[in-house]
């Protein structure tokens, strides 16, 4: 399968740990995106990357979550001292970067639901 | 600032009959305009997109948009409904304005329109 995956697909962890994420994009896509969408809500951006370098954080990104592309390939995403609230898909998805025409279409991955007890 | 508004979060059709989702943006630049359906335990596909050709796009499994910048409107549409199209449907807008000056292109989704689809 050569679309964008994530891992874990589920997790459940209780209030105040720390979770982590895991994103593997396209393999020739440079850009990467991280989503949340909350039950009844479209996703919401929170943040992306040009190969390694993270280019924009949305607000909805508190101190407690960070994420990183070290070798601008796999991307994580780590959320610490879990709050209830956090609890949500959390969507990649990727891009090419070379065709201008092609910065539009994203390609997403199938999340990582996060419930926090 | 970019935003769309789909005008119906619940949708009922019969199978066979015309589908109509609709959806308003707002961009300060030329946008770009998609439409992703998410099926239950599935990831988001891409339905179509429009990114300044032509106004009529067609897109995947008899699905078209067209695109009226009078009415800033980006309405779905599919003349015949399958069961099989029973899906929540999302209306995305990126300003393509935004990544020539050097933004990320991020998409801003609507709050999606829940398809039924009844025999």
């Known amino acids: 399968d050569t679309g964008v995956s994530q891992d874990p697909r589920h997790k459940i962890t209780k209030r105040g740990q720390n979770v982590t994420f895991r994103c593997d994009p396209i393999s020739e896509h440079n850009r990467l995106y991280w989503y949340r969408q909350t039950l009844g809500q479209g996703p919401e951006f929170l943040t992306y990357?040009?190969?390694?370098?993270?280019?924009?954080k949305s607000r909805l990104l508190s101190d407690r979550f960070s994420a990183e592309r070290p070798k601008g390939s796999f991307s994580t995403l780590e959320i610490q001292r879990t709050e209830q609230g956090d609890s949500a898909m959390y969507l990649c998805a990727s891009s090419q970067g070379r065709d201008p025409k092609a910065y539009n279409e994203q390609f997403f991955g199938p999340g990582t639901r996060l419930t926090v007890l | 600032a970019q935003s769309v508004t789909q005008l119906d979060s619940h949708v009922s059709v019969s199978e066979g009959t015309p589908v109509l989702l609709r959806c308003n943006y707002s961009?300060?630049?030329?946008?770009?305009l998609f439409w992703y359906v998410q099926h239950p335990n599935k990831g988001l596909q891409l339905l179509l997109k429009?990114?300044?050709?032509?106004?009529l796009v067609k897109g995947i499994n008899g699905f078209e948009a067209e695109f009226k910048k009078s009415e800033t409107s980006f309405h779905l549409t599919k003349p015949s409904a399958h069961m099989s199209d029973a899906a929540e449907y999302f209306c995305v807008v990126s300003d393509q304005g935004v990544w020539i000056t050097g933004g990320g292109n991020k998409l801003t989704f609507g709050t999606g329109t829940q398809l039924k689809v009844e025999l």
């Open positions: 429009y990114t300044s050709a032509a106004t």
């Open positions: 961009s300060s630049y030329s946008p770009s």
């Open positions: 990357f040009q190969n390694e370098a993270q280019l924009e």
